[in-house]
C-alpha cells in the first residue's frame, strides 16, 4: 500500500474540520443488517479482484460502466474503486461522487 492510502473508516477525524465526519460508502456497509448478519464492511481493492474474478457466481454486479467504492483510501479527497464491467481501478473521483457500494462478509 502506497504510503498516502489507508483504509477509510465509518467515522473519522480530518484535520481539516472540526469533530468526526462520516465515510458514507464504509457506514453503510457497517451500519448493514442483511440475512440476520451484522458483520459486514466495505472490501478493500485486493478483497473486490477477488469479487471480481468470481462476479458471475456472486451474481447482481451493475456491469454497465459503474464503479464500487472500496475502503482504500487514497488521499484525503479520494479513493480507490473498481468498475465490475472490465475490472479497472481508479481513484480519479471524489469521496463525495457517485459509485455503487458492495459489501462484503469474512
Same mark, same amino acid.
Given at each position: 500500500?502506497?504510503? #498516502?492510502?489507508?483504509? $477509510?473508516?465509518? !467515522? @473519522?477525524?480530518?484535520?481539516?474540520?472540526?469533530?468526526?465526519?462520516?465515510?458514507? &460508502?464504509? %457506514?453503510?456497509?457497517?451500519? !448493514?443488517?442483511?440475512? =440476520?448478519?451484522?458483520? /459486514?464492511?466495505?472490501?478493500?481493492?485486493?478483497?473486490?479482484?477477488?469479487?471480481? =474474478? #468470481?462476479?458471475? &457466481? $456472486? +451474481?447482481?454486479?451493475?456491469?454497465? +460502466?459503474?464503479?464500487? /467504492?472500496?475502503? *482504500?483510501?487514497?488521499? %484525503? #479527497? *479520494?479513493? /480507490?474503486?473498481? *468498475?465490475?464491467?472490465?475490472?479497472?481501478? @481508479?481513484?480519479? +473521483?471524489?469521496?463525495? +461522487? @457517485?459509485?455503487?457500494?458492495?459489501?462484503?462478509?469474512?
Amino acid at each position: 500500500m502506497h504510503r #498516502t492510502e489507508r483504509a $477509510i473508516r465509518p !467515522l @473519522d477525524s480530518n484535520y481539516q474540520l472540526a469533530g468526526t465526519q462520516p465515510h458514507i &460508502a464504509a %457506514q453503510y456497509c457497517y451500519d !448493514l443488517v442483511l440475512h =440476520g448478519k451484522s458483520d /459486514w464492511y466495505l472490501p478493500s481493492t485486493n478483497e473486490q479482484n477477488t469479487m471480481y =474474478g #468470481t462476479k458471475t &457466481a $456472486i +451474481g447482481n454486479f451493475n456491469e454497465s +460502466g459503474a464503479y464500487y /467504492w472500496s475502503s *482504500r483510501e487514497y488521499n %484525503q #479527497t *479520494r479513493a /480507490w474503486k473498481i *468498475r465490475f464491467s472490465d475490472g479497472t481501478i @481508479d481513484n480519479t +473521483g471524489s469521496k463525495n +461522487g @457517485d459509485s455503487y457500494v458492495r459489501c462484503a462478509r469474512r
